[in-house]
């Protein structure tokens, strides 16, 4: 069913035909496409968020690159994916451990903290 749901243009269909692919079959390319697929119009918050997760670590075709991975979790930190808001803070946390000037760490501890903070306050409704 959700083949055919993903065939007819599901967005969800098709992220979870993504994570079908990326987790079971661990063809990893086909689920970063069906992410892809899915994150096109902006409006899939698990597709972007697994996208999101694809520039972090750097998987399939998606280069690591930590701010297409912000920006994925922003979008669907938009749309109210609580899971999307925890990796952007977590994201931030990372970035901070490895700044080179206390600023640059201030501001993603800061952005760490805020994140969190959003994330808990959504969780708890």
């Known amino acids: 069913m959700f083949e055919k749901a993903a065939q007819l243009g599901n967005e969800n269909a098709i992220n979870f035909m993504g994570a079908y692919h990326y987790n079971v079959k661990r063809d990893v390319q086909r689920g970063v496409d069906c992410f892809r697929r ?29 701010n297409q991975a912000l920006d994925k979790y922003e979008k669907s930190s938009k749309l109210g994916f609580v899971p999307a808001m925890v990796n952007r803070a977590y994201l931030h946390f990372k970035m901070a ?7 640059d760490k201030s501001d993603q501890f800061f952005d760490c903290a805020n994140w969190t903070k959003l994330a808990l306050s959504k969780n708890s409704e």
């Open 38 to 66: 899915a994150a096109r119009s902006q409006n899939c918050a698990r597709a972007l968020n697994n996208l999101g997760i694809c520039f972090e670590k750097g998987y399939g075709d998606c280069q690591q690159d930590f």
């Open 97 to 103: 451990n490895c700044a080179d000037s206390e600023l």
